[in-house]
């Protein structure tokens, strides 16, 4: 891949003044796009806030030692995960609700993903049905994001099955919402999605869900998805039960401690996602790129290890990447793409993520993304 900025700064100046540039502008768009309800879930952290700030502080306190002379004038940003090669290390983080931000939710989304050859992860409780996803884009790679089901487990079978007849790559299970956290902004504004039935795309679509309703009207929808989506009770055997029903790879977001790192390795997980919820789930807690080391070092090469919560620039992406991680979710960044623009909004935004990470990789003096361990990084 050639650097790509030489085009950026001297041809298409004009038409990139069309949107905006940095994660703050694009945030003040979705900001007036998106009804104050919607923005006020999307944008806020639980509790205080403490992590969500947090979270992009911590990319602060680590600085890169770059290397000199090192000959960059192209730079392979490709990595490798589960048997498959991928242009560049980024991934679309799960974001349920997308109707919040714009009409054609992750439809839209998932077509931006595909031009811009990144892999979407798709929420259970997306506004569309992962069917309707995959049909949209169905050569692009997915993975679906399951919130496991502890009162009908066999709901969360079902929709495994389904994404892995829908063509998706892998499963990631969510195990940071064991139930939801104390979001205080949602409290004051009586703001809830899932209430006003915009996450249920992967539910009206479940043959096991609808036959375990007592009849089918919205009521009882939103009833049961509210009692399905919690599970304060799941545990690691329902992890092993549903590496035993899919032959998908199956990661585990919201690892934060080294020693559940190693747990999960016990249990033959073949991937983790150290990620915090972006601040959205239990407030105080590390951020996640200060809890990478740790888990890195504590899984010692065996699994791929991904990483989100604050990334909000190509260089938060080489910092994570310097400090271990195979790969990196993108999440608000995008949606907010989505709120001010649609799909050319998620399109722009990841354009600028990529192109970046590529100028960065290579005045770190870093051609290659596989050698980037070699990248001297500080605490500052
Ligand atoms: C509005 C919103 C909805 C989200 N929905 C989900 C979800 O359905 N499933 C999930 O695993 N994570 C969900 N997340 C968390 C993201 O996957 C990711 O961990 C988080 O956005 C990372 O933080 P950042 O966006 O601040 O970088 C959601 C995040 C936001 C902002």
Redesign the pocket.
């Known amino acids: 891949m050639t650097i790509v900025n030489r085009d950026l700064l001297m041809k298409n100046m004009s038409k990139e003044q069309d949107f905006p540039l940095t994660f703050e502008e694009w945030e003040q768009q979705a900001a007036e796009n998106m009804l104050p309800g919607g923005f006020g ?2 944008s806020t952290g639980a509790g205080r806030g403490e992590t ?1 700030k947090r ?1 992009a502080e911590a990319f602060s306190k680590w600085a890169i030692v770059p290397r000199i002379l090192q000959d960059v004038s192209t730079v392979d940003m490709s990595v490798k995960l589960f048997g498959r090669s991928y242009k560049t290390p980024f991934f679309l ?5 997308q109707v ?1 931000a714009y009409e054609e939710a992750e439809r839209a989304t998932a077509k931006a993903a595909a031009v811009m050859e990144i892999p979407l992860i798709v ?3 997306s506004t569309c049905s992962l069917e309707e996803i995959a049909e949209a884009v169905p050569s692009a790679p997915k993975w679906f ?1 399951l ?1 496991f089901s502890s009162v009908h487990p066999e709901l969360s079978y079902s929709m495994v099955e389904r994404a892995e007849k829908s063509g998706y790559e892998a499963i ?1 299970i ?1 195990v940071d ?1 064991v139930m939801a956290g104390w979001r205080e902004q949602d409290i004051r504004s009586g703001f809830s999605p899932l209430a006003l039935g915009y996450g249920k795309g992967n539910y009206v679509n479940d043959p096991v869900f609808m036959k375990s309703l007592p009849n089918h009207d919205q009521e009882s929808v939103i009833a049961s998805i509210f009692e399905n989506i919690q599970h304060p009770n799941l545990t690691w055997k329902d992890i092993a039960e549903v590496k035993k029903r899919t032959s998908l790879p199956v990661l585990i ?1 919201g690892i934060l401690h080294p020693e559940d790192a190693k747990i999960a390795v016990e249990y033959g997980v073949d991937g983790i996602i150290v ?1 915090n ?4 789930q239990l407030d105080g807690v590390i951020a996640s790129i200060d809890a990478l080391p740790e888990i890195v070092e504590a899984v010692k090469g065996q699994i791929p290890i991904l990483l ?5 620039r190509g260089i938060d992406a080489v910092k994570a990447l310097a400090l271990g991680a195979a790969g990196v ?5 995008f ?1 907010y793409g989505l709120a001010a623009a649609g799909q050319k909004g998620v399109e722009k935004v990841l354009e600028r993520f990529i192109q970046e990470t590529e100028v960065s990789l290579a005045l770190s003096g870093m051609a290659d993304l596989k050698q980037i361990s070699k990248l001297k990084m500080v605490r500052q």
Do not use: C, F, M
């Open positions: 879930y999307a969500e979270n983080a799960p974001i349920g609700v919040l929420s259970t409780v994001q919130y990631v969510t919402t977001k990620s919820h972006g601040g959205r989100d919560s604050g990334v909000r979710l993108i999440g608000r960044p949606l």
